[in-house]
């Protein structure tokens, strides 16, 4: 069975792209991601976004002339394996871009090689600053910590009106360890405070010590700027141990498995996200229908991040008129109110994406819109 022929799931290297009556050879744009794994639910949800967007590019005629096709490779959630899937998508299969819908932590691992082998790199939900420091090369979709912490610190003041929290963090996570100091730092500002601060790692399942803890500090709310997982699993113990002030975190939470595993324990929680499924915004709305018609689920952010992502680098790529690295680098980097699924994307003197946040919250077993905040 060819390539071509096979049903439209994972493949992990694989080229992906439709049966169109292209005779030109294709532009291969290089996916790394978390597709199996403790995160899956991240890297399953951005490449659906990226299949939808390849083939919504190659109908109307590709880019150049050219179908574009994507390379997909799986980081099966595991830290060092986003480098080494990294190296053979730029020396074997000659990809043009790489598109990284990883953690922070998995996408450092592949930014340096970026850099160095002048193969513009876009990141779809790697929040942290670092990621595009001092890297040319280096570009997102999403939004940053320091404007995620802020927004979160701003909430908890000005929505739920709670100025003393504990906060637990994930050391095993750039993102979580970034978040959180913004967080905390944004908060004294605003007037508020930290009750307590505790500590965790990635794969941890008992948190009970850490929450009996925060108990005792008495906070009048409690952040938890790590992944969705764990997250789920300290709002049940949370709860368990009478902990019933407002849980919430950042867009680490975002994927059907919050819900899932923690079920009835995390109604009534919050996170920010990059966008909401219930927006009336016509992009919105005609993506959010032709997901669930292809998928027969309705999309979180992770998958318009990477079709955003994918359509940036089509368009950044016309307007180039190649694809050698140091031109398309200068297109992405002028990429200025690209009209998206997220929103207007700007990308700023940093390489990072100037756009909105939004507040969910969980409730009746599914995540609604709260508010929107601008940069």
């Known amino acids: 069975m060819s390539l071509l ?21 294709p532009i291969r744009i290089g996916e790394i991601g978390p597709l199996t794994g403790k995160e899956a639910a991240f890297g399953q949800q951005a490449h659906r976004g990226i299949l939808m967007a390849i083939d919504e590019i190659n109908a109307k ?11 997909a490779e799986d980081n099966q ?13 730029v020396s074997r299969e000659k990809v043009v871009a790489l598109v ?22 876009v990141a779809t ?9 001092g890297r040319s090369y280096v570009f997102r979709s999403c939004f940053i910590d320091p404007f995620q912490g ?55 399942k008992d948190f009970r010590a850490q929450l009996t803890a925060i108990r005792a500090a008495k906070p009048d709310a409690i952040a938890v700027t790590g992944f969705y997982t764990e997250a789920a699993l300290i709002c049940k113990q949370a709860r368990d141990l009478g902990l019933n002030v ?8 975002e994927a059907p498995e919050l819900i899932e595993i923690g079920g009835k324990a995390v109604e009534g929680t919050y996170y920010a996200s990059h966008y909401s499924s219930a927006s009336t915004a016509p992009e919105v709305q005609e993506f959010v229908k032709k997901y669930r018609e292809r998928f027969s689920e309705t999309p979180d952010s992770m998958a318009p991040l990477a079709y955003d992502a994918v359509k940036i680098i089509a368009e950044a790529i016309a307007r180039a008129g190649t694809t050698e ?30 756009k909105p946040a939004v507040m969910l919250i969980v409730k009746d077993g599914r995540p609604q819109f709260i508010e929107t905040i601008e940069p």
């Open 125 to 133: 939900t790697a929040t942290a600053p670092e990621v595009t420091a």
């Open 150 to 204: 802020n927004v979160l610190a701003k909430f908890s003041i000005d929505s739920l009106k709670k100025k003393r929290v504990a906060i637990l963090t994930s050391v095993s996570s750039s993102y979580s360890v970034g978040l959180s100091k913004v967080f905390r730092d944004r908060l004294a500002a605003l007037g508020g405070e930290i009750a307590v601060e505790q500590k965790y790692s990635e794969g941890d």
């Open 61 to 71: 005629g590709g880019v150049l002339g050219r179908p574009l096709a994507v390379v």
């Open 100 to 121: 990284c819908t990883g953690t922070s932590s998995n996408t450092l691992e592949v930014a340096p090689l970026a850099q160095n082998s002048k193969i513009p790199l």
């Open 77 to 89: 959630s595991k830290p060092g394996d986003s480098a080494t899937v990294a190296k053979k998508l």
């Open 325 to 354: 690295g140091p031109k398309l680098r200068d297109a992405l980097a002028a990429t200025k109110d690209f009209p998206g699924v997220t929103g207007k994307t700007t990308i700023d003197k940093d390489r990072n994406a100037s």
């Open 246 to 253: 407002p849980i919430f975190g950042g867009d680490g939470w």
């Open 5 to 25: 022929s096979l049903p439209r799931r994972l493949l992990s290297g694989a080229v992906l792209f439709p049966l169109l009556a292209f005779a030109a050879e």
